[in-house]
């Protein structure tokens, strides 16, 4: 009996602990698998036309911007990775696993499915010329010459191809290829994309992407190695590699050429702590690759240039995943965009506020205005140029708020003590403006300055003190006339104005 009692003990207590097991750890399995969900989105690819900005990225995501700051999610109604978007004919052309999807908008999508029996699609690069689209993946090439029948070409199993581009009449693929179990740089060629050239270079790595940048093509290795071409065929390896830290592991991506600037994006992570990964933006201009930003705790994907601003996306903490810089060496999120209320993307002037803006060279109101039609006052435009090229400046506190910046202005020579007596809080116009910029500059004599008068219709109009100002500020080029012709010396400025020339100005003394 007592044998019985204790058996019947000893089962209820299994059956008890096999409870307390699934009621406790089901909720903590659910919590890390939404924490996994969250960490694992990856941004893929980043695509503008117009106004509008399309990004993809792993398990559906479908992100779609009309003003680069706030970015909506496009219910794709699929969770399949999406890897390279393009534009083709008036749409949007986004590739992945299995999945191919074409919209006019960025917001309604047409899916197009690729799914072949028993074999899994994974395309990575598309692009297209002006007769059809080609889109290359792992083992396969995918055409169409209308954006909805696909024709699907498998090639050797062991090439995976990562990127493409279209350039004088030929397409250009790029991946990697297996030989012998060494990962060698494959690159191929067609200029119908039914007949292909294979290529592989001596080194041991994959390449991920492949631009057209200043009469060359490059193609970027996930170690850091460039290989050049002229013509597509011929291909050198660039002397110059990206060594870095011995102590990390590098993985590049993506490059892109702005502002004047080539830079290549990737990730680094220390080879013990993997989980201690930085996003990483190499200069590759330079004599020698160096590191030109990181960014903590995002793996780049994607740099991409808009004409006005860089962007790199790809897999961050939290989607910390999309960040924006005007010059590639300071950084802010994109999706959290600190800046001006007043000051949209679409107005000529929001460059050059963008820019000062994020390089804490200018602020705004209290209400997160920039006012950038007020005119702007001798005092505001002193403190605001002196601000922008002089780090140390500073507002006064414990007297007029602009007397430190007028007193250093004065000491520096840029404007004499008796120039604007009484008249500082009056609107500043252009000749006044064009002379203490000048005066920044540095004022000196040039040969023949007299042939910029026939560029000004009213120059007669400039004060005789202000004309000398003016025809070296036409010849540097720091600042220019009217679409008509006219310099309007008496005109008020503007805060976009004086937030443009002082963009010039910032971008000279950096040249």
């Known amino acids: 009996m007592k044998n019985i009692s204790l058996r019947k003990l000893l089962l209820i207590m299994n059956l008890l602990f096999l409870f307390m097991l699934v009621m406790f750890s089901n909720p903590i399995n659910a919590e890390t698998e939404a924490i996994n969900h969250l960490q694992e989105r990856s941004l893929n690819d980043i695509l503008h036309k117009g106004h509008k900005y399309v990004i993809v990225g792993d398990k559906g995501t479908m992100l779609l911007s009309e003003d680069r700051i706030e970015w909506k999610t496009i219910d ?7 890897n390279a978007i393009t534009w ?6 986004a590739v992945g696993e299995d999945t191919i999807l074409t919209s006019t908008d960025g917001k309604m999508w047409e899916k197009h499915p690729i799914h072949i029996e028993e074999k899994s699609l994974n395309l990575r690069g598309v692009y297209s010329n002006q007769d059809m689209i080609v889109s290359v993946g792992a083992g396969l090439i995918v055409t169409s010459m209308d954006g909805q029948n696909w024709k699907t070409h498998f090639i050797e199993p062991t090439m995976v191809l990562n990127d493409i581009l279209y350039k004088d009449n030929q397409f250009i693929a790029v991946g990697s290829i297996i030989i012998e179990d060494i990962k060698k740089p494959l690159i191929m060629t067609s200029t119908d994309a039914n007949q292909w050239t294979e290529v592989v270079l001596e080194d041991e790595c994959a390449i991920n992407e492949i631009a057209y940048i200043d009469g060359q093509y490059r193609a970027l290795g ?3 190695q460039l290989f050049l071409s002229i013509n597509g065929q011929d291909w050198t390896s660039q002397d110059e590699k990206f060594i870095g830290d011995r102590s990390h592991i590098y993985d590049f991506r993506s490059l892109a050429m702005g502002n004047h600037k080539m830079l290549m994006a990737g990730k680094m992570s220390h080879w013990m702590y993997t989980d201690d990964i930085q996003g990483i933006v190499v200069d590759i201009q330079k004599d020698t690759m160096e590191i030109h930003a990181m960014i903590n705790g995002l793996e780049i994907n994607k740099i991409y240039w808009d004409g006005s601003a860089f962007f790199t996306i790809g897999r961050g903490i939290n989607k910390r995943d999309i960040f924006m810089s005007l010059d590639g060496k300071q950084w802010q999120l994109s999706n959290k965009y600190d800046f001006f209320t007043d000051v949209n993307p679409s107005d000529w002037f929001y460059d050059a506020i963008a820019f000062l803006k994020q ?12 006012r950038p039609h007020q005119k702007m006052s001798i005092e505001e435009f002193i403190v605001l140029v002196l601000r922008a090229i002089d780090e140390d400046a ?17 000491s520096l020579g840029w404007i004499k003590k008796d120039d604007y007596i009484s008249r500082y809080n009056q609107p500043i116009n252009r000749e006044e403006m064009v002379k203490i910029l000048m005066n920044i500059i540095g004022h000196e004599e040039t040969s023949d300055l007299s042939s910029y008068k026939s560029y000004i219709k009213d120059y007669d109009a400039i004060g005789p003190d202000y004309q000398p100002y003016i025809l070296k500020a036409y010849a540097t080029g720091i600042i220019k006339g009217y679409e008509d012709g006219y310099f309007r010396p008496q005109k008020m400025v503007s805060r976009a104005e004086a937030a443009d020339v002082i963009y010039q100005l910032v971008s000279l003394k950096e040249r």
């Open 88 to 93: 083709w004919n008036n749409r949007f052309i």
């Open 359 to 370: 390089n804490g060279r200018i602020t705004g109101y209290d209400n997160q205005s920039f």
């Open 222 to 224: 996930e170690n850091g």
């Open 394 to 410: 500073h507002v006064s506190h414990d007297r007029h708020w602009a007397s430190d910046s007028i007193e250093k202005a004065i």
């Open 76 to 82: 794709i109604n699929t969770d399949r990775n999406l």
